[in-house]
């Protein structure tokens, strides 16, 4: 089965610039989640959609930070305007029933972002 | 919210045990989770305990302790490509379920 894919894997860019990542997850998965990992952290979650409603954006900086799920699939997550500590590798995962058990997450490989 | 903690950094010898520990200060506890996570890599899920005891996986083992708010995560017959960073990773019921993960720990397996 294919994984959860992200692109693009890395990205740097300039503070005051905007940014978009890209996310694809695990057919038939219903939850998809967009973490963000600073370097020597565990990942901290930005926001959950359940297809393409969202569950939990309350740790999402709404003022710079944005996402969507237009279709129930695919996901996106913009940065605009990034400052240096938005520095960090963000993370996309989906699941099947987050409530459910066995409960498990599968993540993509991430996205590498340098704010400079 | 939920208060995870887990030792910064591990070293252990190839061939070893090694037993990596989690604590955590939650109400309304619904689930921990061991994740494995090599630098530059994407977490992997390890385990998944609920309920009290013992969890074994071939050479990975969790254990959980609801009563003390305690988790450990053992691997036996360490090997090089052990070498990652162990996520400690705690849901509660109701609201989102998301598990809330700690900082991690880092494991070094030398020869």
């Known amino acids: 089965e294919a994984g959860v894919a992200q692109s693009p894997r890395y990205k740097i860019i300039e503070k005051r610039q905007s940014v978009a990542f890209w996310c694809n997850p695990i057919s038939g998965h219903a939850t998809l989640y967009w973490y963000q990992q600073i370097l020597g952290q565990g990942p901290k979650l930005l926001i959950q959609f359940q297809n393409n409603g969202v569950v939990d954006d309350s740790q999402l900086p709404k003022d710079r930070f944005s996402a969507e799920r237009l279709k129930g699939v695919d996901s996106t997550l913009k940065i605009q305007p990034a400052k240096l500590e938005d520095s960090a590798v963000y993370l996309c995962?989906?699941?099947?029933?987050?409530?459910?058990?066995?409960?498990?997450?599968?993540f993509g490989p991430g996205t590498r972002l340098t704010v400079t | 919210g939920q208060n995870i903690d887990q030792p910064t950094e591990m070293t252990a010898t190839e061939g070893a045990i090694v037993q990596i520990n989690c604590t955590y200060q939650?109400?309304?506890?619904?689930?921990l989770f061991w994740y494995q996570q090599h630098a530059g890599e994407a977490p992997t899920f390890l385990s998944y305990?609920?309920?009290?005891g013992l969890e074994e996986k071939g050479r990975f083992s969790s254990f959980l302790s609801r009563s003390k708010g305690y988790s450990y995560l053992l691997l036996k017959e360490l090997q090089m490509k052990d070498s990652a960073s162990y996520l400690c990773a705690v849901r509660v019921k109701g609201g989102s379920y998301i598990p809330t993960f700690g900082r991690g720990t880092s494991l070094i397996v030398h020869p």
């Open positions: 305990n609920v309920l009290d």
């Open positions: 995962a989906s699941s099947l029933d987050p409530a459910g058990d066995p409960y498990e997450q599968y």
């Open positions: 939650t109400s309304g506890f619904n689930g």
